[in-house]
């Protein structure tokens, strides 16, 4: 009897913890938050003004906080005060996942939303040009191989790297190492084009992350941190003057900014969500599995997200950019937010 005693007790004292997590996490908010990827940013307000017309749950709150920044927000805790989805430009890190079991956060959902790629642009105004992945690696890195050494970046203009390119200076804005734009620039240009170098060998193996992913610092690169307005703003006024953006920012700016091609690809919806251009990524939203059937409306909201008239072939995401995945992947994220909360 003593034994059964205890045995009551300690599921009493269990099921007493778990309704009072259940009930701090309940108290105190109604309202999804959501954070993250300046990327996702215009996708994740689409959703969320959707679904606070339907009336049954508030409308969501979204904050662009860029995706290292969203995932530092949403793996702090598990808590009411922490995000309940975290909106990413690139998958999570093990870093970040590290962070996360660290916090308690443990069961996170991955749920791809689409496909974006990254640009590379100019005013409308001038014509447009072809540059290969290595090309546009040696107008970025602040070192690259001359001679057999490797030495601070010294091309000017565009066609110190190749005679065929345009006899023009090198002015590069670019996302800021907050945004997973960056991230994905560094993966998909940087980091490979460096490796393919024939002489990367001589990079000190502890050298060479930091010699293929670090811009140059002489005025040629120039971080952004801010919207990408503010690149628009620097393209208008100089003619040499490039940004690196996500194609669904060229997708609503057709008439102001004009794309090179990249590896004699052009970015379009067709090349990016076939792989056939270059840099092209994923786009995610992870969600806090501890928050769905505790924070109203999470799991609905998921699945707008992934719904056909969102983010199908002819779902209002299409009109602002996102690139729609083929429909088996499409259907398979979308059985991903069904079972959210069963668990």
């Known amino acids: 009897m003593k034994l059964l005693h205890r045995n009551l007790i300690s599921a009493a004292v269990v099921l007493g913890a778990a309704l009072a997590s259940q009930a701090s996490l309940a108290d105190g908010r109604d309202q999804i938050s959501m954070v993250g990827s300046s990327t996702v940013y215009p996708f994740a307000s689409a959703v969320a003004e959707h679904f606070g017309k339907g009336g049954k749950f508030k409308t969501p709150v979204v904050e662009s906080t860029g995706t290292g920044g969203g995932f530092k927000l949403f793996c702090s805790g598990a808590g009411v005060d922490t995000p309940d989805v975290s909106n990413a430009s690139r998958p999570i890190t093990d870093g970040e996942k590290q962070a996360c079991a660290a916090a308690g956060v443990t069961a996170v959902d991955e749920i791809r939303i689409g496909y974006d790629g990254?640009?590379?642009?100019?005013?409308?105004?001038v014509p447009s040009f072809n540059v290969t992945l290595e090309q546009l690696w040696r107008a970025t890195a602040k070192q690259v191989p001359v001679g057999g050494k490797w030495v601070a970046n010294p091309y000017k203009n565009w066609s110190d790297i190749d005679a065929k390119l345009p006899k023009k200076p090198i002015v590069l804005f670019g996302p800021a190492p907050n945004h997973g734009t960056r991230d994905a620039f560094v993966e998909l240009v940087m980091d490979p084009s460096c490796k393919q170098a024939t002489d990367f060998k001589n990079v000190p193996k502890d050298d060479q992350k930091k010699v293929c992913q670090t811009v140059r610092e002489d005025g040629a690169w120039t971080d952004v941190s801010e919207d990408y307005a503010l690149i628009m703003g620097k393209l208008k006024g100089n003619a040499a003057a490039m940004?690196?953006?996500?194609?669904?920012?060229?997708?609503?700016?057709?008439?102001?900014?004009?794309?090179?091609?990249?590896?004699?690809?052009?970015?379009?919806?067709?090349?990016?969500?076939?792989?056939?251009?270059?840099?092209?990524?994923?786009?995610?939203?992870?969600?806090?599995?501890?928050?769905?059937?505790?924070?109203?409306?999470?799991?609905?909201?998921?699945?707008?997200?992934?719904?056909?008239?969102?983010?199908?072939?002819?779902?209002?995401?299409?009109?602002?950019?996102?690139?729609?995945?083929?429909?088996?992947?499409?259907?398979?994220?979308?059985?991903?937010?069904?079972?959210?909360?069963?668990?």
């Open 118 to 125: 990254i640009i590379v642009a100019a005013t409308s105004k």
């Open 243 to 343: 940004g690196v953006f996500t194609f669904s920012y060229l997708d609503q700016n057709r008439d102001k900014i004009r794309a090179v091609t990249v590896d004699g690809v052009a970015a379009s919806l067709e090349t990016i969500s076939s792989g056939k251009y270059p840099i092209s990524r994923p786009l995610f939203i992870y969600v806090k599995r501890a928050h769905v059937g505790v924070i109203p409306g999470l799991a609905e909201l998921v699945r707008e997200f992934v719904s056909e008239k969102a983010a199908g072939k002819d779902g209002y995401l299409v009109d602002k950019g996102l690139i729609p995945a083929p429909a088996k992947e499409l259907k398979a994220q979308q059985e991903i937010a069904r079972k959210l909360g069963s668990h």
